[in-house]
C-alpha cells in the first residue's frame, strides 16, 4: 500500500541502513523518488531486461516511471 512522505521515507532510510550493514535489498517500485536510493535500477521494458548504473541515464530512467 501508500505510505505517507515521512513514512515511506523511514522505511526508505531503514532499508539503505541494513543495506549498508550488508544485507541485499530487493525492491519492486513504479515510484522514482524510491527508485533513486537504489545503487542501479533493472528496467524490464517489453520483456527485455536492462541494468542501469547511477552514472548511466538513471535520471532518465526514473523520469520515464514518471510517465
Not at 523511514?10 to 527508485?35: C, F, Q, R, W, Y
Not at 533513486?36 to 548511466?56: C, H, M, N, Q
Amino acid at each position: 500500500g501508500n505510505l505517507d512522505t515521512e513514512t515511506g521515507d523511514s522505511v526508505m532510510e531503514l532499508l539503505e541502513d541494513l543495506n549498508e550493514n550488508g544485507k541485499t535489498i530487493i525492491m519492486v517500485t513504479h515510484d522514482p523518488h524510491d527508485a533513486k536510493y537504489a545503487e542501479y535500477i533493472v528496467d524490464i521494458t517489453d520483456g527485455v531486461t536492462s541494468r542501469k548504473e547511477k552514472e548511466d541515464d538513471y535520471e532518465m530512467t526514473a523520469r520515464r516511471m514518471e510517465d
